[in-house]
C-alpha cells in the first residue's frame, strides 16, 4: 500500500544551498509527498530560488520575520495534510531512495510510528561530535538502537540523531504535541527536562538540539524502529559557518 508523505524543510538566509535540498525531494523514486518549504524571514535571494521550481508538490510558508528554526517547523507540521511527517534541514539532502525505503518499511512494520536510521556525514572543517565510523572513504553515523522500555524507549543522550534521521506519524504529534516554541535551542534544552539534555546542545549552539527533542518526546510514548541504512547526507558545520 502507498503511504503518503509531507516533508518539512525549513531554510534560512541559504540562498547558494536551498536548491539542492530541495532536488534531493524531488528527485525521489517514491513520489507520493508534499513538500513544505517554510522560508524563515529570509533577507536574501532564498525565496527567489525556492520559487524557480514549478512542481505542484510543492507548497511555500513564508514567514513576515525571521522566527527561528523551532517556529518554522511547527507551522509546517500544522499544515501537513499526508500521513507520515519527515523533517529536512536546508543544509542537508535525501538519498534517491529516501521515501521508497520508508515506504516499503512502513508496510513490512505495520505497527511502527516512528523509524530511524543512520547518516551519512560529509564534514566541513572535519569537526566530530557524535560517533561515526570509515568505510570506503566515507563518513557514516550508524543507526541509532535505543535500548527499548515497556513503553517506548529508555533515556538516552543526544548526539545520535538528526533532523533527516526519522520519521514519525501523523498521529504521534497528538501524543507528544509541537515543539515548544523557544527563540533557541539553548532556551529549549532549560525547559525540556530531559536529564542531561544541554551537555552537547550548549557547547555546539544554534540550531542543535529541535531533532534530539522531537525524538527523545516520541520515544516516550512510541517504540522506534531502527532501519540499518544510512538514507541521508548530513552535512557538518561549525557554528560559525
Keep these: 500500500m ?3 508523505f509531507s516533508i518539512i524543510l525549513t531554510v534560512w538566509n541559504r540562498q547558494e544551498i536551498i536548491k539542492r535540498a530541495i532536488r534531493s ?5 517514491y513520489g507520493n509527498f508534499e513538500l513544505i518549504v517554510v522560508n524563515d524571514g529570509s533577507s536574501d535571494k532564498t ?6 521550481f514549478t512542481d505542484e508538490r ?14 518554522a517547523r511547527n507551522r509546517g507540521m500544522l ?8 523533517w529536512l534541514d536546508s543544509d542537508d539532502e535525501y538519498l534517491s531512495i529516501y521515501l521508497e525505503v520508508m515506504n516499503n518499511a512502513i508496510n513490512e512494520f505495520p505497527d511502527y510510528k516512528v523509524f530511524n536510521f543512520g547518516a551519512i556525514i560529509l564534514w566541513r572543517n572535519k569537526v566530530s561530535w557524535t560517533e561515526t565510523f570509515q568505510y570506503n572513504g566515507m563518513t557514516y553515523r550508524p543507526v541509532f538502537k535505543p535500548n527499548e522500555a515497556e513503553v517506548g524507549h529508555e533515556h538516552f543522550e543526544s548526539g545520535h540523531i538528526g533532523a533527516g534521521s526519522f520519521i514519525f506519524h501523523r498521529e504521534c504529534v497528538k501524543g507528544v504535541g509541537l515543539l515548544p516554541e523557544m527563540p533557541s535551542p539553548y532556551e529549549l534544552a532549560e525547559v525540556s527536562g530531559i536529564p542531561s539534555y544541554g551537555r552537547l546542545v550548549r557547547p555546539l549552539g544554534n540550531p542543535w538540539g529541535d531533532d534530539y527533542y522531537m525524538f527523545y518526546k ?3 510514548k512510541f ?3 531502527p532501519l540499518d541504512m544510512n538514507l541521508y547526507c548530513q552535512h557538518i558545520r561549525r557554528e560559525n559557518d
Excluded: F, M, P, Y
Design 2 to 4: 502507498d503511504k503518503t
Design 25 to 29: 525531494i524531488l528527485n525521489q523514486t
Design 47 to 52: 525565496l527567489e530560488n525556492i520559487n524557480s
Design 58 to 71: 510543492i507548497k511555500v510558508i513564508s514567514l513576515k520575520q525571521n522566527s527561528g528554526r523551532i517556529v
Design 79 to 86: 499544515v501537513a495534510k499526508n500521513d507520515w511527517i519527515c
Design 218 to 220: 516520541l520515544t516516550r
Design 223 to 225: 517504540k522506534s524502529k
